[in-house]
């Protein structure tokens, strides 16, 4: 039982280039949440997906895109990277939106952007 | 707007001197608050959720107490293990987002 995988674990871009970010849970959960963490700002909710089908925005998606690819995988997708995109991005699974389940997180991917 | 706000920001113990963490919170219709342990170069890891309160959860060294406006992460006697980053986040309202606090890094001393 893996729990929340993510790949890659690193990666460094260059301004305008595109990279997808890939997750997957092997816990049967229906949600799942896209977050990025810069020192100083906390956790920040940038997409989610309540269940397999759908998706919403959370608090920063701009510039970003996702896809709920099936009840497993939930990607998230920089078109045209740029700096302020460097971070540590995690992802994120539950088992379902009511507030008795916790999330489980994976181990993140450290992004940088030049 | 829905904040969330943790202190100290950082911490520094010495070997069983007994501390709290705070997590301070202005939201509307609190569904609950969840404690998280990170440690370097990981991922958070769940500790607790309160709904309520007056409600407490204990585990372990740790201890978590909810008020309508804040939560205590007591640590009763931490070891050197203790130390990580500890994480508050909320949960307000019908929708599925969580809003987290900026953390606490805590660091005891052997």
């Known amino acids: 039982n893996a729990g929340v995988t993510q790949t890659p674990k690193f990666q460094v871009l260059k301004t305008g280039q595109s990279m997808t970010l890939q997750c997957a849970q092997d816990m049967n959960h229906n949600s799942m949440y896209w977050y990025r963490q810069d020192p100083g700002m906390g956790l920040r909710l940038i997409y989610y997906?309540?269940?397999?089908?759908?998706?919403d925005k959370g608090e920063v998606p701009n510039g970003y895109n996702v896809s709920r690819l099936n009840k497993r995988e939930f990607s998230l997708r920089l078109e045209s990277a740029a700096p302020s995109q460097t971070s540590v991005y995690f992802c994120?699974?539950?088992?379902?939106?009511?507030?008795?389940?916790?999330?489980?997180f994976g181990p993140g991917t450290r992004l940088t952007v030049t | 707007e829905d904040q969330v706000t943790q202190s100290p920001e950082a911490l520094r113990l010495q070997e069983g001197e007994s501390s709290s963490l705070n997590c301070s919170y202005t939201?509307?219709?609190?569904?609950?608050l969840f404690w998280y342990r990170q440690d370097p170069g990981k991922g958070p890891e769940f500790l607790f959720t309160?709904?309520?309160a007056g409600e407490e959860k204990e585990k372990e060294r740790l201890k978590a107490t909810l008020t309508k406006k804040e939560s205590f992460l007591h640590i009763t006697a931490p070891k050197p293990e203790d130390s990580a980053t500890y994480l508050c986040?909320?949960?307000?309202?019908?929708?599925?987002?969580?809003?987290f606090g900026t953390g606490t890094s805590l660091t005891v001393i052997p």
């Open positions: 986040a909320v949960q307000a309202g019908w929708g599925n987002q969580f809003y």
């Open positions: 939201v509307s219709g609190l569904r609950g």
């Open positions: 997906s309540a269940s397999e089908g759908t998706t």
């Open positions: 309160l709904y309520s």
């Open positions: 994120a699974s539950r088992r379902g939106r009511e507030v008795s389940y916790e999330q489980y």
